[in-house]
T-cell receptor, first 111, second 113 residues
Framework: DAGVIQSPRHEVTEMGQEVTLRCKPI?????LFWYRQTMMRGLELLIY????????DSGMPEDRFSAKMPNASFSTLKIQPSEPRDSAVYFC?????????FGPGTRLTVT | DAKTTQPPSMDCAEGRAANLPCNHS???????VYWYRQIHSQGPQYIIH???NNETNEMASLIITEDRKSSTLILPHATLRDTAVYYC??????????????FGQGTILTVHP
């Protein structure tokens, strides 16, 4: 298995632009998680899905952030409009009923 | 969710056992103890988890005290590649918080040659 796949690995964009991060979970995993990691705040859970349904989005910082999971093999995290404070590494993880398996992350820089 | 307390940093000599402690004194009966690690610039990696019995896998051993208020992750023969931040996390086994992992600051383990 290729593990969790995220794209792009690096994204540099200007303030105000829309950013879309993508994730392909491990086949057969029924949970999908989006995290954000910064030096100041550490690793924070943004939202997670179970069987493609959002379960808890209390970590989504504001309305500029949205996440979708249209099917079991694909999820997106969108930021519109992006701001410099959104600069971070964004991780996607998938899981069954044991441990979560993380992707390599997308490093987002908003200038 | 129960909180965990870990030392901010630890050192270990290569080839020796690394014993990483974690306190979770407010853990409830249906909460699991999970350990993850994050090597620099990579995503966190699942290591092991347990409820009340000691657990062992190819990566590590997990020792949970009988009262479940603390645990120790043991890397039996640490290598330089084990240098990472190690996170101890308590996670509920059911309910709407079932899937949530709350990462704290973790322990920075440095393995020296």
């Amino acid at each position: 298995d290729a593990g969790v796949i995220q794209s792009p690995r690096h994204e540099v964009t200007e303030m105000g632009q829309e950013v879309t991060l993508r994730c392909k979970p491990i086949s057969g995993h029924d949970y999908l998680f989006w995290y954000r990691q910064t030096m100041m705040r550490g690793l924070e859970l943004l939202i997670y899905f179970n069987n493609n349904v959002p379960i808890d989005d209390s970590g989504m910082p504001e309305d500029r952030f949205s996440a979708k999971m249209p099917n079991a093999s694909f999820s997106t995290l969108k930021i519109q409009p992006s701001e410099p404070r959104d600069s971070a590494v964004y991780f996607c993880a998938s899981a069954t009923n044991s441990g979560q398996y993380f992707g390599p992350g997308t490093r987002l820089t908003v200038t | 969710d129960a909180k965990t307390t870990q030392p901010p940093s630890m050192d270990c000599a290569e080839g020796r056992a690394a014993n990483l402690p974690c306190n979770h004194s407010t853990i409830s009966g249906n909460e699991y103890v999970y350990w993850y690690r994050q090597i620099h610039s990579q995503g966190p990696q699942y290591i092991i988890h347990g409820l009340k019995n000691n657990e062992t896998n190819e990566m590590a051993s997990l020792i949970i005290t009988e009262d479940r208020k603390s645990s120790t992750l043991i890397l039996p023969h640490a290598t330089l590649r084990d240098t990472a931040v190690y996170y101890c996390i308590v996670r509920p086994s059911g309910g709407t918080s079932y899937g949530k992992l709350t990462f704290g600051q973790g322990t920075i383990l440095t393995v020296h040659p």
